[in-house]
Structures are given as C-alpha cells and as structure tokens.
C-alpha cells in the first residue's frame, strides 16, 4: 500500500511520492486563508498476480485520467487528491480486508480492481459502509445495478456479448459454445451469451476450465465433440497464449468460426496462424476511437513512458468520475457524490459515455476489430465502431 498527493507527471518527477506512513504536505490554503483537507481515495486492484498487467494499465490510465480531467493540477476546487493505491493481488479476502481498513481511516471514494469476483465482494462494501465505489476493468454484468453506491468505468460482459453478435446476423436455430475459464468473468460470460443469443433463439453450452489449468488440449477437443456452429471465447490472464495455441493445434479454426473480445498488446500476437480467421469484438485498442480525449490520453501515456491497452480507457475514465464526483458532490457527502455520477453524460476516450441513472451502467461505444500483419508484427485494425445504444444493458434489477 502506498499514498500519494496525486501530482500532474511532470511534477512527480520533481516532488515525489508521499509514502504512507511519511508525513503529508500541506494542504494549499484557500482565499479565506483556511487549509483545506485533501480528499483521500482509495485504489484496489491487481498490481501482481495473473493480472497484473490488466492492474498496470488501469493505473497508468487513471494518472492520465486525473491529470486531465484536473487540468495537471491535481486539484479539485483546491483540494488535492490523495490515492492510496493497495495491490488485491487477485484476492477476494485481500482486497476486502483493505477495503475495511481504508474506510475505517474515513475513505469515502474507492476505485479499482480487473477481477468481478473482488468488484463483487467490494461492492458489498460499500453498500455495508456507505461509501462511494467505483469499479475497474472488472466485467460481470452483476456489478451493475447491484446497489446504490457502486459504479463501473468499464463495460460489462452484455456489452462483450452483444458486440459479439453484430459479427453473426441471425443466432436462431444456431449452437454456440462459449469457451471460458471457470471464474466469476467466464460465468458471467456464459450467463451474457445465454441472455443475448440463448434469448435470440440459440442453442448456448459452456465449456469452462478450471483457472489453473495449464493443459488445454482435452477442453479443446471437447469443443470439436460440441459440434458448435460457432464458439464464443472468453479469457483472460498470463494462460492465454498457451489456450490459442491449443486451439490452433485441434484445428477449431478449420472447424468452426470463433469470435473473441481483442486482448490486450502482449496477447496480438498470441493467436498465431488463426490471427486472421478470428473475429474480434473490441471494448478498446489504441487509436480504436478517434477523439481528442482518446489523443491526450495517449500523449500522457506516452510522456509517462506507459502506452494504450485494452484497459487504459478504465483508468483515465474513473479518474474523470472521481474528479466529477468531487467538484459537484464536495468530496465528503457520499450521497451527493452518487448524485454527482448518475445520469452524468460526458466525452471519454472511447467517444460519448453515459452514467444510467437507473442502474449505474456506463453506456458506451464498442469496436469491431481484426488484427492485420505489419512489419512482421500483428497489428489491430478498426472495422467498425458499434454505437452504445446498439449494445446497451437491459435496465439491471
């Protein structure tokens, strides 16, 4: 765990972070001459573990995020943001235990985490404790609506789903499998592609390994025995590319055509010979969407030594929520904050997202995708942008 005054990134370079346990700077005085107190905010999410790399992300575009949605000053009406930034390590019971600790200490704004399994758990929180949340990468279409103080700076799974069937056309009369690791994610993916094509008139089985396994042969042959007409992959995590490989090897490209969400820089080259015999639905790659706001994010990644990927969008968007939260809610009144976030429509790096009142979903825009070969290198390329009405949620609850 580690606090810090948040900095615009060139003057941490020269400051520095407070470390916690140090004593913090001083709060700026105001006109009145009064100090006034920094709002503190804590930031749970996969800094080790099998997905650390989705955590590294999250928070490189939350800096970028808070940097410009504070003008690089780091301040709200003249009060400093203070992240205290905790790593969950992929652990339900960690990241409560952290949760309970930061709002004892009288946190009322927590942000983070890639897992659902810990978003969930989080959320429970917050509802228990009255505190603002607002969650990470973490995809279960759950997280949404389940109570009145959490949110999400991501998409969720019906959104994965949905896009997934702008590729197919008409699902009646079809059998799907949906390929995913057994885990809240590969669940609530299997439950999305039942909700959304099960409910179009397709015939959707799962086919879910167990999140340790290293062996995807026998899952692989299963999905040849389904005799599917089209597979619908889930995954994510350090096993993806030994999962492709897999599949390569059985031959499911030859078979069946398969549709998978676009993962993150390190997994484009992991598809191998089927890179271009996959279909992908894309929640983000950089350069995806096109706008300005995406453009200076990108340029603060890139001063920050850190590049766009898949969950970039996550982090610089719940740092537009926190600072939202804050000028309009005060930083203190929780259910001001709550306020301050629904119905909230603003401009994103992915396009035009929008806070639904009703259950909290963040409405937003989604890519189709396929990689190319360039320069020896797998590369995206933008297909098409899907509009946020077309893959929107059902109302939750």
């Known amino acids: 765990m580690r606090t810090t005054k948040f900095l615009a990134p060139a003057l941490i370079a020269i400051v520095g972070l407070t470390v916690a346990g140090c004593a913090p700077t001083a709060a700026e005085p105001d006109d009145s001459g009064a100090d006034l107190a920094p709002v503190s905010v804590g930031i749970i999410t996969s800094e080790t573990g099998p997905l650390a790399a989705y955590g590294a992300a999250y928070l490189a575009g939350l800096e970028a995020g808070l940097d410009y949605a504070t003008d690089g000053t780091g301040t709200v ?16 019971d960690t990241a409560v235990n952290i949760a309970r600790d930061l709002i004892g200490q009288g946190v009322k704004i927590i942000a983070g985490t890639v897992s659902s399994g810990i978003a969930l758990a989080l959320a429970e929180q917050a509802a228990q404790n009255q505190v603002l949340y607002i969650s990470g990468p973490a995809a279960a279409d759950a997280i949404t609506g389940i109570n009145d103080y959490t949110f999400r700076s991501g998409r969720q799974t019906y959104q994965d789903v949905a896009t997934a069937g702008t590729f197919i056309g008409d699902p009646a009369g079809q059998k799907v499998v949906v390929f995913a690791q057994d885990t809240a994610f590969g669940q609530g993916n299997l439950a999305g592609v039942d909700a959304v094509l099960g409910g179009a008139g397709a015939t959707v089985e799962g086919i879910l390994v167990p999140e340790d396994a290293t062996e995807f042969t026998p899952f692989a042959q299963q999905i040849l025995a389904a005799e599917p007409d089209l597979v619908f992959v889930a995954w994510a995590g350090a096993t993806s590319g ?82 939202q939260a804050i000028r309009e809610g005060g930083g203190d009144d929780v259910d001001s904050m709550v306020a301050a976030l629904e119905g909230w429509t603003f401009e ?50």
Do not use: C
């Open 77 to 92: 009406d003249g009060r400093e943001i203070e992240l205290t930034i905790s790593d969950d390590a992929g652990d339900s």
């Open 348 to 397: 994103g790096p992915k396009g035009t997202m929008s806070i639904r009142a009703a259950d909290h979903a963040m409405l937003q825009p989604m890519f189709q995708a396929r990689l190319v070969e360039q320069d020896g290198a797998w590369v995206p390329e933008l297909i098409e942008v899907v509009d946020a009405e077309t893959v929107a949620p059902p109302v939750a609850g």
């Open 242 to 323: 030994a999962m492709w490989q897999a599949l390569d090897q059985q031959g499911i490209f030859d078979a069946v055509p398969v549709v998978t969400g676009l993962g993150d820089v390190a997994t484009f080259g992991a598809y191998a010979e089927a890179s271009d015999q996959i279909s992908f639905l894309n929640h983000y790659f950089a350069g995806a969407a096109g706008t300005e706001v995406e453009a200076a994010m990108l340029d603060a990644l890139e001063e920050a030594g850190a590049q766009g990927d898949l969950f970039s969008p996550d982090g610089f968007v719940a740092g537009q929520m926190i600072v």
